[in-house]
């Protein structure tokens, strides 16, 4: 049987941003290859699927198109309206990816840039940022969705972030909020995004702070849905069966 061919696009973060990497010292990795693999790993999905990583802030060109079944786009600790030439290549791969009809997962500034190629728009939370364990308050839509399939009705997700879709794209569902920020949408033609890190351990979303903010060991604690959540996406998008 074929394997699915799947890109990850990292949009971590610019050598001029982040000199060092925060997470080169957590047990699961450095990178959004790592922690995605690893999340794949526990459900019994990596060696079914063939992964391709680039990493666009640090310079990395997009690929063609042609080949890939479906894409990941990581998290950002870039606003997703800086106007970078990467964003911008970013935004114009991201429509022209869209026209093909394939799958795309979104995590956090990927979830943001995903909505502003779409036609949505992205703002800075004027309460942010968010940066804890918490439950999320699910959409009716959302609690029937297959994203969310085998959850109970509130779960626990990683929040870390400032910005926050504040408009979204046109024929967007919400699946689920916290407050008043969007944490999860379908936007049709299995394009699912999420605010949240479900790639990310509570040591992971800890490092990557890298101590801007105090008692982080407190605010983070495990979450157990993040694995279950690749495993939706995957299956539920037919990445792998």
């Avoid at 911008?88 to 979104?106: C, E, I, K, V």
């Avoid at 626990?156 to 969007?182: C, N, Q």
């Avoid at 299995?190 to 890298?210: C, K």
Wanted: proline residues 5%; glycine residues 12%; contains cysteine.
């Amino acid at each position: 049987m074929t394997r699915a061919r799947v890109l990850i696009i990292s949009i971590l973060g610019t050598p001029e941003v982040m000199p060092s990497n925060p997470f080169g010292g957590c047990a699961e990795g450095s990178s959004d290859l790592e922690w995605i693999e690893r999340r794949l790993a526990q459900v019994g999905l990596r060696d079914q699927l063939t992964l391709d990583f680039v990493d666009i802030s640090q310079g990395d060109a997009l690929p063609t198109q042609s080949g890939y079944d479906g894409v990941v786009v990581g998290g950002s600790i870039h606003n997703a309206n800086e106007g970078n030439d990467w964003q911008h290549a970013l935004f114009d791969w991201l429509r022209d990816w869209r026209s093909n009809g394939r799958p795309l997962f979104g995590i956090c500034g990927g979830h943001q840039h995903a909505a502003i190629a779409l036609g949505g728009e992205v703002s800075v939370h004027p309460q942010g940022p968010f940066a804890e364990t918490t439950a999320l308050d699910m959409s009716e839509i959302g609690r029937e969705h297959f994203l969310f399939e085998r959850f109970d009705s509130a779960p626990l997700v990683h929040l870390g972030h400032f910005d926050h879709v504040t408009r979204v794209p046109d024929g967007s569902e919400v699946l689920a909020t916290y407050e008043d920020t969007i944490q999860a949408l379908d936007m049709g033609g299995n394009w699912i995004t999420v605010q949240f890190h479900p790639e990310a351990s509570p040591g992971v979303m800890i490092a990557g702070w890298d101590d801007q903010l105090p008692d982080l060991d407190k605010r983070y604690q495990p979450a157990g849905t993040g694995r279950q959540l690749f495993e939706n996406f995957f299956r539920g998008t037919g990445l792998v069966s």
